[in-house]
């Protein structure tokens, strides 16, 4: 599984799942891309979010206040564990397997008898006379469709 951001995270929240939202801003340095996933997951309903407390600055005379430049809260959700399940690689059971082998042998069998019926091994006499065989069958049944070609051509010249 490739390490993204994404599932950093959602496997993060499902290891220190306590049932309460947790601060995650030390997964990723760059806080404007763990603001954009977290917002991505969000909107997807993998995750749910809160956003941390204004911060309170005193300097001086003066008392500020303002947004937390932290990423929010987070908590993961049902369909966060499930999607987050689904991104771990999933090993093939015995049984599995040999039936995927017998699919492979059966099919190698197969295709070498659609490849006999293809390309049969012919002789070249039983060649030439598959080839005459073919011809006449194929005279036969022409000959009627030139007789009347022929009939409706010279009647239609004689008009």
Do not use: A, Q
Not at 13 to 30: H, P, R, T, V, W
Not at 111 to 126: A, L, M, R, W
Request: aromatic residues 8%.
């Amino acid at each position: 599984m490739k390490e993204t951001l994404e599932y950093k995270i959602l496997k993060h929240l499902s290891e220190n799942n306590n049932g309460k939202l947790i601060d995650i801003s030390g997964i990723e340095e760059k806080k404007e891309k763990l603001k954009s996933v977290i917002k991505d997951l969000k909107e997807r309903e993998f995750i749910e979010t809160e956003r941390h407390p204004p911060t309170v600055k005193i300097s001086g005379n003066w008392v500020s206040s303002g947004n937390s430049d932290k990423p929010d809260k987070c908590k993961i959700k049902f369909l966060g564990t499930e999607y987050l399940e689904s991104l771990k690689p999933k090993t093939i059971p015995n049984d599995r397997k040999l039936y995927l082998i017998l699919f492979m042998v059966f099919s190698c069998i197969g295709s070498y008898g659609t490849y006999k019926t293809i390309f049969p091994n012919v002789s070249e006499s039983e060649f030439e006379n598959l080839n005459r065989k073919y011809d006449s069958i194929v005279k036969l049944n022409l000959l009627p469709i030139e007789k009347k070609l022929d009939s409706t051509l010279t009647s239609k010249s004689r008009e």
